[in-house]
């Protein structure tokens, strides 16, 4: 087969944190802001720097450039916090790994991320579940390079087209993600999706918002890698 570059999501499709995340949140708006964070975190999706921005606005807080500056720290220093309860109360996504391994082994395939996480996040919430190892952190597209998810798909292809000499476009590139706004980001960003019910939308919620394939979620390996590899060239 043809060279095919995979991107995956990581929160709800790769790892599980139960809560953890909204936690870090909490914790980054008040290492921004000098206050408690009153409101939750949304998620569902959205890159860290919007959840920051969202954060500010609903605690009415008109957001900064300065705060925008400082939201990259903060974000890396509460994640760095809260690795240990992540390891403890979060856990892999069951198959996962399994996906990982089977289409490292697969030719062609190059994995790495596109997710709303900060580049040095992403590393650090795979490195908690021993997951990083398989996925090329030099390419991808990180919440850290634009807050808009749908522009982060030509970041990953950009890199990957640079480093390995191939051009990845919307014939070659296949998004993994849980939610309307990973779906969102592969059609408007120029990539193929598979998206996983593993998060909090439904498989029909996500069959409405465009996706190209809905699995349940990652156990059935070989199904995985049917949906991924159907879209090589
Ligand atoms: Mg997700």
């Known amino acids: ?19 953890v995340n909204k936690e870090i949140y909490g914790w980054a708006f008040e290492l921004l802001t000098g206050q408690p964070a009153v409101h939750r975190a949304r998620t569902d999706g959205r890159t860290e720097p919007e959840i920051m921005r969202n954060m500010l606005l609903e605690h009415g807080i008109e957001p900064t450039t300065d705060h ?3 939201a990259l720290e903060v974000l890396d220093s509460a994640t760095l916090s809260r690795i ?3 390891r403890e109360r979060g856990h892999e996504l069951p198959g996962a790994r399994d996906a990982l391994v089977a289409l490292r082994s697969t030719p062609g395939v190059v994995q790495s991320v596109l997710s709303g996480n900060i580049r040095p996040n992403a590393i650090t919430k795979l490195s908690a579940f021993s997951l990083e190892g398989f996925l090329d952190f030099e390419i991808g597209g990180y919440g850290s390079d634009d807050s808009a998810r749908d522009n982060l798909v030509a970041f990953a292809q950009r890199r990957a087209s640079e480093k390995f000499g191939v051009l990845f476009d919307k014939s070659n590139t296949v998004l993994i993600g849980d939610t309307a706004r990973d779906v969102q980001a592969g059609r408007n960003g120029g990539a193929h999706v598979v998206a996983v019910a593993s998060g909090s939308a439904s498989m029909e919620e996500l069959q409405a918002a465009g996706a190209d394939l809905v699995l349940a979620d990652l156990r059935d390996t070989d199904a995985v890698l049917a949906a991924v590899t159907s879209f090589s060239r």
């Open 68 to 70: 925008a500056a400082r």
């Open 1 to 19: 087969m043809g060279d095919l570059l995979v991107l995956w999501d990581i929160d709800h499709t790769l790892i599980e944190n139960y809560g």
């Open 84 to 86: 240990d309860a992540m």
